[in-house]
């Protein structure tokens, strides 16, 4: 639907890329750990492996958590908008297909949070 | 031609039709389109202004008289409050966070709404709507004024009372109550008094002004709690003219109805997001509780807005369809709400803390479902940290919802487990909201929302920092930079009540109080 207005109404998006002086917005929510209250934000350059995430960014993130440390990643089972999704770590986020504002998930077989209540 | 004054002193009816209505006039060499422009854009047909019935017969010279002599005794009482130390009487400093989020979140907003109503007033024909909306613009600056009067005395004590106003339009979560009434003063008329006058005024107001007025009785705050008995009057005001506003809509046309509907769903949704702060107040700021925030919800909502809509079925209005999500939500809001300023309480204008052992006993008590299973044993993770030294700040800026702008703190509905996601493609860009009813307010309008104010993405914009700062030195440390921006300082206006400078003020100034030092 359109906005009902007086004239013609139509305005650029607030958050379009070019606003982020060369990076792109990145979502990521880790399933089952609502001790992180929501998932995160994050601006990245598109060329940035995503290895690189995994390993230099999430830690930062997420490493609170008693469960970070024990998370196997290479069980980890990934989500992006909502669908199984299966991601390289050697290439860029460009090549892994992730667009701005993107948002991604994983989960972590095995880890259910704080005593298991999903925290 | 010279007036014929009249003998007789007029009734109290005549009086008000005389110094009212009688003061408009059809206007013969200008168009009323050109006049009043903003009347027919939103498809709501009014065929007969005169029909309106006036809620409250009040004239203007009335109304000074009135609102005069009630500020007279409201100031007397803040003034006595403030000479008495009253502030050292509240039940423990942790309420005077709850002055911080009303004066920062709340009063602004009784500004906007003054703006709002000054702006719809002028584009009414109808001179009787016109004249309660002027009265409504008064009340509201009134409201605004008497808060920020009352809780300046909290501002000589303690922190984060300082720049309210400067941090109302800046800080991420005040962004919450502050695109929502963006939101409605950018609308129409129409929709800005159904979403004023009606959903936020009548339906929703127990729910805002009510839990925080009596929040200030129970905690001891005279100052607060008075503002609150003042406004009280004008609210039974506005109350009366939301409903009006309803009926006299929809009596004048049968197509006003879908368009009402709508109105109604979007904004009781919008108002009850807004409501998220109320209810982690409710649950987890004030000292001594007046009731839990499911039990106000039942009371308030499911009861007497019940019966409401069901008065209201005679016009062909529905109960909102959000209704089903808030039932499914009221055992968990406050508790995601206040987990989520815990998070972030480094970047907050007020102290959070975790419950004590007796409050989490209460929280068992009156969220038997949810409490234990879900939120206890990420309280008890956190206090056991905080007690060695690591207390939990999330560091990390959230996602946050297109619509309502809350970060993606919610469940789907019927699981509290699982966050939910929704998302929206449009024009080529990626819209996300935290549920099925922000999701549909957005679809409907999206050219509006994609304008939204987002803090988290202004902040990796490089717009929230101060001015001549340069992000790309050396050790550039963003979150130090934005709370220079919100004005807050850091050790002293945010983070955790435990060990704060009002923990120690306080407990300082109550002993200089009632013992001998
Ligand atoms: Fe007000
Ligand atoms: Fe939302």
């Given at each position: 639907?359109?906005?009902?207005?007086?004239?013609?109404?139509?305005?650029?998006?607030?958050?379009?890329?070019?606003?982020f002086?060369?990076?792109q917005?990145?979502?990521?929510?880790?399933?089952?750990?609502?001790?992180?209250?929501?998932?995160?934000?994050f601006?990245?350059?598109?060329?940035?492996?995503?290895?690189?995430?995994?390993?230099?960014?999430?830690?930062g993130?997420?490493?609170?958590?008693?469960?970070?440390?024990?998370?196997?990643?290479?069980?980890a089972?990934?989500?992006?908008?909502?669908?199984?999704?299966?991601?390289?770590?050697?290439?860029?986020?460009?090549?892994?297909?992730?667009?701005?504002?993107?948002?991604?998930?994983?989960?972590t077989?095995?880890?259910?949070g704080?005593?298991?209540?999903?925290s | 031609m010279?007036?014929?004054?009249?003998?007789?002193?007029?009734?109290l009816?005549?009086?008000?039709?005389?110094?009212?209505r009688?003061l408009?006039?059809?206007?013969?060499?200008?168009?009323?389109?050109?006049?009043?422009?903003?009347?027919?854009?939103?498809?709501?047909?009014?065929?007969?202004?005169?029909?309106?019935?006036?809620?409250?017969?009040?004239?203007?010279?009335?109304?000074?008289?009135?609102?005069?002599?009630?500020e007279?005794?409201?100031?007397?009482?803040?003034?006595?409050?403030?000479?008495?130390?009253?502030?050292?009487?509240?039940?423990?400093?942790?309420?005077?966070?709850?002055?911080?989020?009303?004066?920062?979140?709340i009063?602004?907003?009784?500004?906007?709404?003054?703006?709002?109503?000054?702006?719809?007033?002028?584009?009414f024909?109808?001179?009787?709507?016109?004249?309660?909306?002027?009265?409504?613009?008064?009340d509201?600056?009134?409201?605004?004024?008497?808060?920020?009067?009352?809780?300046?005395n909290?501002?000589?004590?303690?922190?984060?009372?300082?720049d309210?106003?400067?941090?109302?339009?800046?800080?991420?979560?005040l962004?919450?109550?502050?695109?929502?009434?963006?939101?409605?003063?950018?609308?129409?008329?129409?929709?800005?008094m159904?979403?004023?006058?009606f959903?936020?005024?009548?339906?929703?107001?127990?729910?805002?002004?009510?839990?925080?007025?009596?929040?200030?009785?129970?905690n001891g705050?005279?100052?607060t709690?008075?503002?609150?008995?003042?406004?009280?009057?004008d609210?039974?005001?506005h109350?009366t003219?939301?409903?009006?506003?309803?009926?006299?809509?929809?009596e004048?046309d049968?197509?006003?109805?879908?368009?009402?509907?709508?109105?109604?769903?979007?904004?009781?949704?919008?108002g009850?997001?807004?409501?998220?702060?109320?209810?982690?107040?409710?649950?987890?700021?004030?000292?001594?509780?007046?009731?839990?925030?499911?039990?106000?919800?039942?009371?308030?909502?499911?009861?007497?807005g019940?019966?409401?809509f069901?008065?209201?079925?005679?016009?062909?209005?529905?109960?909102?369809?959000?209704a089903?999500?808030?039932?499914?939500?009221?055992?968990?809001?406050?508790?995601?709400?206040?987990s989520?300023?815990?998070?972030?309480?480094?970047?907050?204008?007020?102290?959070?803390?975790?419950?004590?052992?007796?409050?989490?006993?209460?929280?068992?008590?009156?969220?038997?479902?949810?409490?234990?299973?879900?939120?206890r044993?990420?309280?008890?993770?956190?206090?056991?940290?905080?007690?060695?030294?690591?207390?939990?700040y999330?560091?990390?800026?959230?996602?946050?919802?297109?619509?309502c702008?809350?970060p993606?703190?919610?469940?789907?509905?019927?699981?509290?487990?699982k966050?939910?996601?929704?998302?929206?493609?449009?024009?080529?860009?990626?819209?996300?909201?935290?549920?099925?009813h922000?999701?549909?307010?957005?679809?409907?309008?999206?050219?509006?929302?994609?304008?939204?104010?987002m803090?988290?993405?202004?902040i990796?914009?490089g717009n929230?920092?101060?001015?001549?700062?340069d992000?790309?030195?050396e050790?550039?440390?963003?979150?130090a930079?934005v709370?220079k921006?919100?004005?807050?300082?850091?050790?002293?206006?945010?983070?955790?009540?435990?060990?704060s400078?009002?923990?120690?003020?306080f407990?300082e100034?109550?002993?200089?109080?009632?013992?001998?030092?």
């Amino acid at each position: 639907m359109a906005v009902a207005a007086i004239g013609k109404y139509e305005f650029a998006p607030a958050d379009a890329i070019d606003k982020f002086h060369g990076a792109q917005l990145l979502y990521i929510g880790w399933e089952d750990h609502l001790l992180f209250c929501a998932p995160f934000a994050f601006p990245f350059p598109p060329s940035m492996p995503f290895g690189a995430i995994v390993e230099q960014v999430l830690p930062g993130a997420f490493g609170y958590h008693p469960d970070f440390a024990r998370i196997d990643w290479s069980k980890a089972e990934w989500l992006k908008s909502g669908k199984p999704w299966t991601p390289e770590f050697s290439k860029s986020l460009e090549e892994n297909g992730l667009r701005h504002k993107d948002v991604i998930r994983f989960r972590t077989p095995g880890l259910t949070g704080i005593k298991g209540s999903c925290s | 031609m010279d007036m014929q004054a009249s003998k007789k002193k007029l009734g109290l009816k005549e009086r008000y039709q005389v110094m009212t209505r009688g003061l408009d006039w059809t206007p013969s060499y200008q168009k009323m389109e050109d006049i009043y422009p903003y009347v027919a854009y939103e498809g709501i047909k009014i065929h007969d202004w005169d029909k309106w019935e006036d809620p409250f017969r009040l004239t203007m010279d009335a109304y000074w008289k009135y609102q005069a002599e009630k500020e007279r005794k409201l100031y007397a009482i803040i003034d006595a409050y403030a000479q008495n130390n009253g502030h050292l009487g509240v039940t423990d400093a942790r309420y005077i966070n709850t002055v911080k989020l009303f004066i920062s979140g709340i009063s602004p907003l009784e500004y906007v709404a003054h703006r709002g109503f000054t702006h719809v007033g002028r584009q009414f024909p109808g001179a009787g709507p016109r004249v309660a909306c002027l009265m409504q613009s008064l009340d509201e600056i009134r409201h605004a004024q008497t808060q920020v009067h009352s809780i300046s005395n909290y501002n000589k004590y303690y922190n984060g009372v300082h720049d309210f106003h400067h941090a109302h339009d800046r800080i991420w979560f005040l962004s919450v109550p502050k695109s929502f009434f963006d939101d409605a003063i950018t609308a129409g008329p129409f929709e800005f008094m159904v979403a004023i006058g009606f959903s936020f005024e009548y339906v929703l107001t127990n729910l805002l002004f009510v839990p925080f007025v009596s929040g200030a009785a129970y905690n001891g705050d005279m100052g607060t709690m008075t503002f609150g008995f003042s406004a009280q009057s004008d609210e039974a005001r506005h109350m009366t003219l939301g409903l009006e506003v309803i009926k006299f809509i929809l009596e004048q046309d049968p197509d006003n109805l879908p368009i009402v509907q709508r109105w109604i769903d979007k904004w009781t949704w919008r108002g009850y997001r807004v409501l998220t702060l109320v209810a982690m107040m409710m649950d987890y700021m004030l000292p001594k509780r007046t009731m839990s925030w499911k039990e106000a919800w039942e009371v308030y909502f499911e009861e007497n807005g019940g019966a409401l809509f069901k008065d209201l079925a005679r016009y062909g209005i529905t109960m909102p369809k959000c209704a089903e999500q808030i039932a499914l939500e009221k055992d968990h809001l406050s508790h995601q709400a206040w987990s989520t300023f815990y998070n972030y309480g480094a970047a907050t204008n007020f102290h959070t803390w975790m419950p004590d052992e007796d409050e989490m006993a209460w929280l068992t008590a009156k969220y038997p479902e949810s409490f234990d299973k879900h939120y206890r044993p990420r309280y008890e993770y956190w206090r056991e940290q905080a007690a060695k030294g690591n207390r939990f700040y999330n560091k990390t800026l959230p996602m946050l919802c297109q619509t309502c702008q809350i970060p993606l703190v919610f469940t789907e509905p019927g699981d509290p487990t699982k966050i939910c996601y929704r998302e929206v493609d449009f024009k080529d860009e990626k819209y996300h909201f935290c549920s099925d009813h922000c999701k549909a307010i957005f679809e409907h309008e999206p050219e509006k929302y994609v304008q939204a104010w987002m803090p988290v993405h202004q902040i990796y914009q490089g717009n929230c920092f101060p001015e001549g700062t340069d992000p790309t030195v050396e050790g550039f440390d963003p979150l130090a930079a934005v709370l220079k921006y919100y004005h807050l300082e850091h050790g002293r206006d945010n983070l955790d009540f435990e060990g704060s400078e009002d923990q120690k003020n306080f407990d300082e100034w109550r002993g200089m109080a009632t013992k001998n030092v």
